[in-house]
């Protein structure tokens, strides 16, 4: 399944090995992540220990500092055989079909080892099953709370999300797969949530003819696209590894468009509307493609008629859904305020908020966290707003594809919790289609971010949680090495071209 470049001069030896060595790099990162992170501390309570897989000579208990050194390391090796391979993608002269199959090969082999071991750096999953759980019993979850089981799948939830009351903000249609997976496994625990990590793997699959589609149609080779977009180390340590349903989402969100710029534009929506059921920010998708839908030249209003016909059906499936799965359509919005209650991500107006009214304290003026975290938490949003709003301005020339996923990422990096699952549709969007030098900018974002997140004993979290300052100056550097990367590619690029000016020359 080898693929060498092809350019004027023979390649070396060597140049052909590391050419062939990526796919192997990243297969043993995952695989060091998988064996060496920690089993959610309570994934057993009452059950005997699930099967995970192991290597005899590297403890999996949560062991520190080993465990955040192998994350790192194997993040690193991950995010690196990334890179290379879409690199050695874009280069090569073989067929199509040829790149795509080793794309495609490569992502099921940084899949394997992820999938095989626990669930990775989230409990997300087993509130997917409670909640599941909690429907086939006639709860909704986004107004009950979860004590309403008193046993069995609760006891596996992080104390967090079992509260007295509602709060869980997932929609119907996220309820109902979940719900589906309780019910088609016999409420049986263990293979609930194997059931639910295979849909998660099964959606990311799905998303490649979609990614292909949409890449195909703006100019795109389709096995970047695809590389981008399910080969990522988001994709593959969250989407997948940690069995999170924005895997769902993306497949939903990315069938929708591409199906809508095939000429059936309804269908799309309805698609959309499904990606909304799940988690809402996806309606954004509906706001750009309804405006480009009329064509060029539309009036306004007519423009806003479209999107306007949009959200109604989008508003009918949701609340059709919500009366099958038997969920509550007004409390899973307002079950959605909880979300920002967490100040422990890297979310840059919150840890601005902690900060900022830290330095008041430390001059002995009067300040409340809470009140600056607020403050500073409604700005970041006001500033994503604005950003959404002017990409209307382009998105004619852009694409509603580039666009939905401009909006997605500047939500989720400026709103109040960050994690980096949240920005996994965000990114196969964007590299489905024509972002110039700035596909460098979103390469090294999603490649960093993927750090973001890594196991400390037997609970994982936000790296430096902690220590606000230094988690602020990290999200920095992480931005302006995103920023800068164009820069670097540009300089890179004028190297190599002054070396082989050189070699010509002579």
């Not at 969250?238 to 534009?265: E, K, P, S, Y």
């Not at 970041?380 to 939905?404: F, K």
């Not at 070396?499 to 020359?505: A, E, K, L, P």
């Amino acid at each position: 399944m080898a693929i060498d470049y092809v350019a004027d001069a023979p390649i070396s030896p060597r140049r052909r090995t590391m050419a062939g060595a990526y796919p192997a790099i990243g297969f043993a990162g995952a695989l060091l992540i998988a064996v060496t992170a920690p089993t959610w501390r309570l994934a057993f309570i009452g059950t005997r220990e699930p099967w995970r897989l192991t290597l005899p000579f590297l403890p999996f208990d949560g062991t520190r500092p080993f465990t955040a050194i192998a994350f790192v390391t194997g993040a690193i090796a991950l995010g690196v055989a990334w890179l290379g391979l879409i690199a050695r993608v874009q280069r090569s002269k073989a067929p199509q079909r040829d790149r795509m199959r080793v794309v495609i090969g490569t992502a099921l082999l940084w899949f394997l080892p992820v999938m095989l071991g626990p669930p990775l750096l989230s409990s997300d999953i087993y509130s997917y099953a409670a909640e599941g759980d909690m429907v086939t019993k006639g709860h909704d979850p986004t107004t009950e709370g979860m004590f309403r089981l008193h046993y069995g799948y609760i006891s596996h939830v992080d104390p967090v999300w079992r509260v007295p009351y509602g709060g869980n903000p997932y929609g119907p249609v996220q309820m109902g797969i979940a719900a589906g997976a309780v019910h088609a496994t016999g409420h049986t625990w263990e293979l609930t949530i194997w059931l639910l990590r295979f849909i998660s793997l099964g959606a990311v699959l799905l998303s490649v003819w979609a990614i292909t589609d949409i890449a195909r149609r703006h100019g795109v080779s389709p096995p970047v696209a695809v590389a981008i977009g399910i080969a990522n180390p988001i994709a593959v340590l969250h989407l997948v590894g940690g069995g999170h349903n924005d895997a769902i989402l993306m497949a939903l969100l990315c069938t929708g468009f591409a199906v809508a710029q095939r000429g059936r534009f309804w269908l799309g929506v309805v698609l959309i509307a499904l990606a909304t059921a799940v988690k809402l920010p996806a309606a954004a998708a509906l706001v750009y493609l309804g405006w480009c839908q009329p064509g060029v030249g539309a009036a306004v209003k007519d423009r806003l008629k479209v999107i306007g016909k949009a959200f109604a059906v989008t508003a009918g499936v949701i609340v059709t859904a919500c009366a099958v799965v038997g969920v509550g359509l007004s409390g899973w919005i307002l079950a959605m305020r909880n979300t920002g209650t967490t100040t422990g991500t890297l979310s840059l107006p919150t840890r601005l908020g902690f900060v900022v009214s830290g330095m008041l304290h430390e001059v002995g003026l009067p300040s409340s966290d809470q009140i600056w975290i607020a403050v500073l938490r409604f700005a970041g949003l006001a500033v994503a707003a604005y950003i959404c709003l002017r990409l209307l301005g382009v998105v004619e020339r852009i694409g509603p594809v580039a666009a939905t996923g401009a909006c997605l990422l500047a939500v989720m990096l400026l709103g109040p919790v960050v994690w980096p699952w949240y920005l996994a549709p965000a990114f196969a969007l964007l590299g489905a289609t024509q972002l110039g030098r700035w596909r460098a900018s979103v390469l090294v974002l999603c490649a960093l971010l993927a750090l973001e997140v890594f196991p400390v004993g037997v609970k994982s979290k936000p790296v430096l949680e902690g220590n606000h300052f230094i988690s602020l100056v990290l999200i920095v550097v992480i931005g302006a090495v995103s920023f800068a990367a164009p820069l670097i590619v540009d300089r890179w690029h004028a190297l190599a071209d002054e070396d082989s000016g050189s070699v010509v020359g002579s």
